[in-house]
């Protein structure tokens, strides 16, 4: 059974920073594509901003968070990290990670997600 547990969650003033943490049980790092999402108030869909490939070298990033968030792994502690900088009041929203067990097809588990408010 996969398990992904995201923290790191919180409130920061707009230009701040915060950095989500993503541990996972249960899959193969070594194959397994991560993912970050958010849904943002008032939206029933999560949007995919984030991913790196298990090489830990390849990542996309969709345009909105392009220059200032990072997505980074250590598999050694089966870890996902999103480093958020120059965060935005827009950015508020909740914070969902994601595994694609093989990298191929959508998404296979979800986090249960974290929090992430953004004041002016």
């Known amino acids: 059974q996969v398990h992904l547990v995201e923290s790191g969650g919180g409130s920061v003033q707009a230009g701040g920073s915060l950095r989500l943490s993503c541990i996972s049980s249960g899959l193969v790092p070594s194959v397994a594509c991560m993912a970050w999402a958010r849904q943002l108030p008032g939206q029933e869909h999560r949007e995919p901003i984030a991913?790196?490939?298990?090489?830990?070298?390849?990542?996309n990033y969709d345009w909105s968070v392009k220059g200032r968030f990072t997505i980074s792994r250590d598999d050694s502690k089966n870890t996902v990290y999103l480093q958020m900088d120059s965060l935005k009041p827009e950015d508020t929203a909740v914070y969902y990670c994601?595994?694609?067990?093989?990298?191929?097809?959508?998404?296979?588990?979800w986090g249960q997600g974290t929090q992430v408010t953004i004041s002016s």
């Open positions: 991913s790196i490939n298990p090489d830990g070298r390849t990542t």
């Open positions: 994601a595994a694609n067990l093989n990298c191929r097809g959508g998404i296979d588990y």
